[in-house]
């Protein structure tokens, strides 16, 4: 669960074991699903560019994505995908 006061949800490539998540490139992927929900909506193009609401990041050598919470009032569906996958992936989360 992300508190209210939360500004920026960091998934991280770190499962609750410890172990790297794989494939190495999952945070691009899942970004790029999300490059449409941004703010104002999609618009032609859209889909060549990350939304800044879900960004790919390396900390610490290793990957993340930057969910910023404000998809999550834009878009619950969104926010409920890419917490999901985190859930479903064991992966740990750590809010800013």
């Not at 500004?7 to 449409?36: C, H, Y």
């Amino acid at each position: 669960m992300v508190s209210p006061s939360a500004k920026e949800v960091f998934i991280l490539g770190v499962t609750q074991n410890g172990r790297t998540f794989r494939p190495s490139d999952w945070a691009e992927r899942l970004a790029g699903v999300m490059s449409s929900f941004r703010p104002g909506g999609a618009v032609p193009g859209s889909h060549l560019s990350y939304s800044p609401w879900c960004v790919p990041n390396t900390i610490d050598g290793n990957k993340c994505v930057i969910i910023h919470t404000d998809l999550r009032d834009a878009e619950p569906m969104a926010w409920d995908f890419v917490m999901n996958f985190a859930r479903d992936n064991e992966l740990k989360v750590v809010e800013a």
